[in-house]
Nanobody
Framework: QVQLVESGGGLVQPGGSLRLSCAASGRTGSRYSMGWFRQAPEKEREFIAAISWSAGRIYYADSAKGRFTISRDNAKNTVYLQMNSLKPEDTADYYC???????????????????WGQGTQVTVSS
């Protein structure tokens, strides 16, 4: 079992920045990829970014390229999502997720992730 807890969400003005964190506990001795997803009201959950265990491979959705940066600190069992130049359309609940299939996998598919956090809300509004 892996427990994931997101933090760092909140209200920010358009053009502002937020840094989300996702703290993992449980099977922290395992090596796994991590992903960030988001779900806006009345929309399906969508992929934002994924990072391999070593952080040597990173994968972004087109909507995140150039504005969002995913990173991880394995010593702290934490994954981050730095979000810059935020837009009102970035308003959503943001979720981190763990893919326990192994270090060679890096996926943008929701079904490939076995563990999910409870989400943190991000609102971009003036």
């Amino acid at each position: 079992q892996v427990q994931l807890v997101e933090s760092g969400g909140g209200l920010v003005q358009p053009g502002g920045s937020l840094r989300l964190s996702c703290a993992a506990s449980g099977r922290t001795g395992s090596r796994y990829s991590m992903g960030w997803f988001r779900q806006a009201p009345e929309k399906e959950r969508e992929f934002i970014a994924a990072i391999s265990w070593s952080a040597g491979r990173i994968y972004y959705a087109d909507s995140a390229k150039g504005r969002f940066t995913i990173s991880r600190d394995n010593a702290k069992n934490t994954v981050y999502l730095q979000m810059n130049s935020l837009k009102p359309e970035d308003t959503a609940d943001y979720y981190c997720a763990a893919d326990m299939r192994g270090i060679y996998y890096l996926s943008g598919s929701i079904s490939d992730y076995q563990y999910w956090g409870q989400g943190t809300q991000v609102t971009v509004s003036s």
